[in-house]
DNA sequence: AACACTATCTTGTTTTACAAAGTAGTTGAC
DNA sequence: GTCAACTACTTTGTAAAACAAGATAGTGTT
């Protein structure tokens, strides 16, 4: 993946981040995202890309009744997920690193 | 600009930064951007940007020889692009604060 | 019943990414 | 002198993405 794909993955690497830390369903996540101070992920952000990642075999799902409210639909990683966000926090320090370079003046 | 408007912005802001740093021109912005450690950051991907950036102020242009080739177009950032960057800075910050807490495996 | 909160999905518009091809000047090799 | 290689910018076309907004629906409170 070339550092311009990276930037449109950010997202995608996060969402696959806050599942790693442990089963999980969409509405959560974007709490999760506020506490880790993301501003304005909004829902019709994060659906429509947990479908995506589960179309591309990253995530799983099953359905969970919740104490109150509507069902869950709580997210795991899958094996090739694991691997999709262990190459993810690889491109992400590359990159990270390259911005930082650039905007802090060095070179 | 919220943190998901930020995701896209990352090459706009990058290519602020490279402008902000002496005149220069699209062509030798790859070339900046690849030492830099971007990878695979083309033409089609630069110019429109650099079109918009114009376009919205941040950045203006004059044409001048090269003293090999055809002429260069060469950028320098308005007032409106220097401070345009230097919010592009604090959002970055923030937006890679946050990235690596969450990456990190911190809270 | 009306409202608020939880929870997911879909839709429609705008924007973006970016490969690819087009145009054009310069330089060096042969 | 022409062919290829490099420099340099623009345009075009397709595919994908972003995301606000609205649809749907269950639960709890007033």
Do not use: A, K, S
């Given at each position: 993946m070339s550092s311009s794909q990276m930037l449109k993955g950010i997202l995608d690497g996060c969402l696959l981040a806050i599942i790693s830390k442990g089963e999980t369903y969409g509405y959560e996540m974007i709490e999760k995202l506020e506490l880790y101070g993301?501003?304005?992920?909004s829902e019709g952000s994060i659906y429509p890309v947990l479908l995506r990642l589960q179309k591309e075999g990253f995530v799983k799902s099953v359905m969970k009744e919740s104490p109150s409210g509507p069902k869950r639909k709580y997210y795991t990683l899958t094996p090739s997920g694991e691997n999709e966000f262990h190459e993810f926090k690889e491109r992400w320090e590359s990159l990270s690193e390259s911005v930082n370079r650039l905007v802090k003046e060095e070179i």
């Open positions: 993301f501003r304005m992920v």
